[in-house]
């Protein structure tokens, strides 16, 4: 019948088909949402012959210890049920249960250590506003190379919405951070040897005008684009590491990233704040600039085209570089880099 399985030729040895394997991590955080360094995790898996029923409370396969980040991770996982059991000295035993599927990377909710009462083993589930200060933390930590603030940059694939109050810190954060005063003095030198905008003028005196307005065209844009009118129209400033799918469709995440961004609600939207805020930026800039640069609005937007696609080409290195020069990344699960 043509329809009947074939048996396999005589002699002929099948493979035996193995499972794929996923991993298993998360972060350990206190009550205050700081990461917990050094505390004791436990895996462990049902076993298979435990059928619809399947008991996980079986002796743990693999244990490690948070690392200073407050994260743990278990590799080469089966699926199926686990449970996971975090304790250290002083504090109660946390226990989170869930299921594995096949080939998963399972990102657990960050799991909170209380101080030890009359319960044991206890189950706690940390609060999204827990959660998104914890990840916040995460990302002012971002360095490329350790060094090179890489703050506006989000590799959770569904973390929560900023809050005002952190949009406006991240922007100080960013203006203040040391490297950006070496990158804007770098850049500075580099107009001052080619008497860009020369009506600065030469000496300490052009070199620190030309440092002023670029600090101050980084810092307005940030502000009020980055902070400002994401606030008020609750727009996420941050790029949102994809990591996943082929890469023309990764390119093109990232090039419609330089015009569109992440709202508030989770949906994608124009990038009003970017776009606006640039205009705005520029404005401002005629307060300061030499005379003959101010051209009118024709420049103005011409620059804002330009700024679209330097945009676009740090999204490109975001999305296939950058993440290779950051050290320490988490693994959320948002893919291989």
């Known amino acids: 019948m043509p329809d009947a399985p074939q048996a396999p030729a005589a002699g002929v040895l099948q493979a035996p088909i193995q499972p794929a394997t996923g991993s298993i991590h998360g972060v350990v955080v206190d009550r205050e949402g ?101 990840q916040f933390r ?31 810190h991240l922007a100080w954060r960013s203006a203040v951070d040391p490297m950006n005063f070496v990158a804007v003095g770098a850049m500075a030198g580099m107009e001052q040897a080619t008497n860009s905008f020369s009506g600065y003028g030469q000496g300490a005196q052009g070199y620190g005008k030309r440092f002023g307005a670029l600090f101050a065209d980084s810092a307005t844009d940030n502000f009020i684009g980055g902070a400002l009118l994401s606030s008020w129209w609750k727009q996420d400033p941050r790029y949102f590491y994809k990591g996943t799918g082929s890469v023309k469709s990764r390119v093109a995440y990232a090039i419609a990233n330089s015009v569109m961004c992440r709202g508030d609600n989770g949906k994608w939207q124009v990038d009003y704040s970017a776009i606006v805020g640039g205009l ?30 330097s945009s676009a080409m740090q999204n490109l290195f975001q999305e296939f570089l950058i993440r290779r020069l950051t050290p320490k990344v988490p693994n959320y699960g948002a893919g291989k880099p």
């Open 280 to 309: 705005a930026s520029a404005g401002i800039s005629n307060a300061y600039y030499p005379e003959e640069a101010r051209e009118g609005a024709g420049p103005m937007f011409e620059n804002m085209v330009v700024g679209f696609g």
């Open 34 to 134: 700081a990461v917990y360094e050094g505390a004791q995790v436990a895996l462990s898996l049902a076993q298979a012959s435990a059928g619809s029923g399947a008991n996980p409370d079986t002796a743990a396969v693999q244990a490690t210890r948070t690392d200073s980040y407050g994260r743990f991770s278990f590799s080469g996982v089966s699926g199926g049920a686990f449970r996971l059991t975090v304790g250290s000295a002083g504090f109660a035993t946390q226990v989170v249960t869930g299921t594995l599927e096949p080939g998963e990377s399972y990102e657990c909710e960050p799991i909170v250590l209380v101080m030890s009462g009359a319960a044991s083993e206890v189950r706690v589930a940390a609060s999204r506003e827990e959660i998104a200060v914890e």
């Open 138 to 168: 995460q990302e002012e930590t971002q360095h490329v190379l350790g060094v090179l603030p890489n703050f506006y940059v989000s590799y959770v694939p569904n973390a929560p919405p900023l809050t005002a109050k952190q949009k406006f």
